[in-house]
């Protein structure tokens, strides 16, 4: 299918962020464990980052730095799908050649998979709308405001 025989390097970096701070070093934990199990990959090596405190916000931070070696090109796009690296740099090889078939095949599994959560988005869009008519019956048959009309109020004027 390639005419690649060599195997791709690839140095990618995968960021987690939530809170509470044992959740992103368990959540990081699990995606090491995967980059290390992978069966489409070998994971060369690792570098995992401390949690980091982000600066007003009640989140944390934390990354891991991986070199993979995949036998295939394809496999890479694989990859970014189901690991959702905030970037991927190709180490080796420097210069490649490939053939059409295989640029056609990447091409149109990547267009699959965006067509795939763009359906996802619409269905769940969808979802949230029928909801919040739903939520706005409810809250008139109750006498309650709507959600939309709901003011919030914030911390500073409740101490005045």
């Known amino acids: 299918m390639e005419?690649?025989?060599?195997?791709?390097k690839v140095r990618a970096i995968m960021e987690i962020m939530g809170s509470p701070e044992e959740h992103v070093?368990?959540?990081?934990?699990?995606?090491?464990?995967?980059?290390?199990?992978?069966d489409y990959f070998e994971c060369i090596s690792e570098k995992v980052s401390e949690s980091t405190k982000i600066e007003d916000r009640p989140f944390w931070s934390k990354f891991v730095?991986?070199?993979?070696?995949?036998?295939?090109?394809?496999?890479?796009?694989?990859?970014c799908f189901d690991f959702m690296p905030s970037t991927i740099e190709i180490l080796e090889p420097s210069k490649a050649e490939f053939d059409r078939e295989t640029m056609n095949n990447l091409w149109n599994d990547l267009?699959?998979?965006?067509?795939?959560?763009?359906?996802?988005?619409?269905?769940?869009?969808?979802?949230?709308v029928v909801l919040k008519r739903e939520m706005e019956k409810l809250s008139v048959k109750a006498g309650q405001p709507k959600p939309t009309e709901a003011v919030v109020e914030k911390d500073e004027e409740k101490k005045e």
């Open 3 to 8: 005419e690649v025989k060599t195997k791709i």
């Open 65 to 79: 730095e991986a070199e993979l070696e995949f036998k295939e090109l394809d496999m890479i796009t694989g990859f």
């Open 25 to 38: 070093n368990k959540t990081m934990n699990m995606v090491v464990e995967k980059l290390k199990n992978s």
């Open 111 to 128: 267009i699959a998979r965006l067509h795939q959560y763009d359906m996802l988005v619409k269905n769940l869009h969808a979802e949230n």
